[in-house]
């Protein structure tokens, strides 16, 4: 697989960077997301698949090369869990902000490796198992705090400008500052002192409790919002994915 060229990298920037920015949601889509992230941080993705390689967990993820989606678990079993393990909190956090939904992306516009796209997959699929481990919820100001987190373990440019632009925004338009400047350096330093998320086989740690989990991987929640204090009143019932 031959990797991109610097002129792909600036045309596909170029194109969907310019859709992001002169059209409103929903006329760009995930796929201008999706090609930002390709663009700018195909390299990230390859020293995510180096770090894999590095612990027993990453090369057995790398070999086995799991799916974890929308579809892929049993939202239904995960709702009825006890109320302090990972698996309640991952269900909790995905139906009560309504993430319960496919996401579609069209083949990327360039690829960096089998390895590396493989990262980069299973990264994305576990975006929001980070926001459990941290305790975050998904407010602006929270996805803020998740990226510097994110940037310590592994430094993204996409996460970056978020971090940067975002916390300007939410500091400046939404009245955020406290949270934002006592969150986000607490986030960077957990982010430097744990384990990389990145090898956690999530599948096989549902029943886990979420703060054995977090101390295994010497994570220190800089929310508060999980582990939930009650039970939903919706768990347990059948799960259809919106499509």
């Not at 929270?142 to 632009?165: D, G, P």
């Amino acid at each position: 697989m031959s990797l991109p060229t610097l002129l792909l990298r600036v045309r596909v920037f170029a194109y969907h960077g310019a859709r992001l920015l002169f059209l409103k949601w929903p006329d760009y889509t995930f796929d201008d997301l999706a090609a930002m992230q390709d663009t700018l941080d195909g390299p990230a993705f390859q020293r995510a698949a180096q770090k894999l390689a590095q612990e027993p967990e990453g090369r057995r993820l790398l070999e086995q090369r799991p799916n974890l989606g929308i579809d892929t678990v049993d939202w239904q079993t995960l709702s009825m869990l006890p109320l302090d393990t990972l698996g309640y909190n991952v269900w909790h956090h995905f139906y009560s902000n309504g993430l319960l939904k496919h996401v579609v992306l069209g083949p990327p516009k360039m690829q960096w490796g089998e390895e590396a796209e493989f990262a980069k997959a299973r990264y994305r699929a576990t975006h929001d198992l980070r926001h459990v481990m941290l305790g975050l919820g998904v407010e602006g100001y929270e996805e803020v705090v998740l990226q510097t987190f994110q940037c310590a373990q592994l430094y993204q440019n996409l996460s970056a400008l978020i971090v940067l632009l975002g916390g300007l925004k939410h500091i400046l338009m939404d009245g955020r500052w406290r949270e934002v400047f006592s969150l986000a350096p607490k986030a960077w330093r957990v982010g430097r002192q744990a384990r990389f998320l990145l090898h956690m086989p999530a599948e096989e740690m549902w029943t886990l409790s979420l703060e054995q989990v977090r101390a295994d991987y010497g994570i220190v929640p800089v929310g508060r919002r999980y582990p939930v204090a009650a039970r939903h009143p919706d768990a347990g019932r059948i799960y259809d994915v919106a499509a």
